[in-house]
Nanobody, 124 residues
Framework: QVQLVESGGGLVQAGDSLRLSCVASGRTFSSYVMGWFRQAPGKEREFVAAITWSRGNTYYADSVKGRFTISRDNAKNTVYLQMNSLKPEDTAVYYC?????????????????WGQGTQVTVSS
């Protein structure tokens, strides 16, 4: 089993930055893909960013390219999402996810484990 715990959410103003963290425990992660998804009220869960644990290959949704950066610290089993130039439309619950097999990184159905989510609210 894998446990994922997110932190770092909060209430910020438009243009501010936040860094989300996701600490993974329970198994080794060298073959995992880690992803961040978000879900706003009344909307479907959507892909934000993903990273391969071993090589650090990254993937981003078009809506966050150039503003968000995903990274990982293998020694700490932690994945980060640095969010800059935040907009009100970034408001959502952000979820960390992990997949064992390297399936399509942008699809939520590819992921085997999920965190509990952390709220990000961006005021205008």
């Amino acid at each position: 089993q894998v446990q994922l715990v997110e932190s770092g959410g909060g209430l910020v103003q438009a243009g501010d930055s936040l860094r989300l963290s996701c600490v993974a425990s329970g198994r080794t992660f060298s073959s995992y893909v880690m992803g961040w998804f978000r879900q706003a009220p009344g909307k479907e869960r959507e892909f934000v960013a993903a990273i391969t644990w071993s090589r650090g290959n990254t993937y981003y949704a078009d809506s966050v390219k150039g503003r968000f950066t995903i990274s990982r610290d293998n020694a700490k089993n932690t994945v980060y999402l640095q969010m800059n130039s935040l907009k009100p439309e970034d408001t959502a619950v952000y979820y960390c996810a992990a997949q064992v097999n390297r399936r399509n990184p942008i699809m939520s159905a590819s992921y085997d484990y999920w965190g509990q989510g952390t709220q990000v609210t961006v005021s205008s």
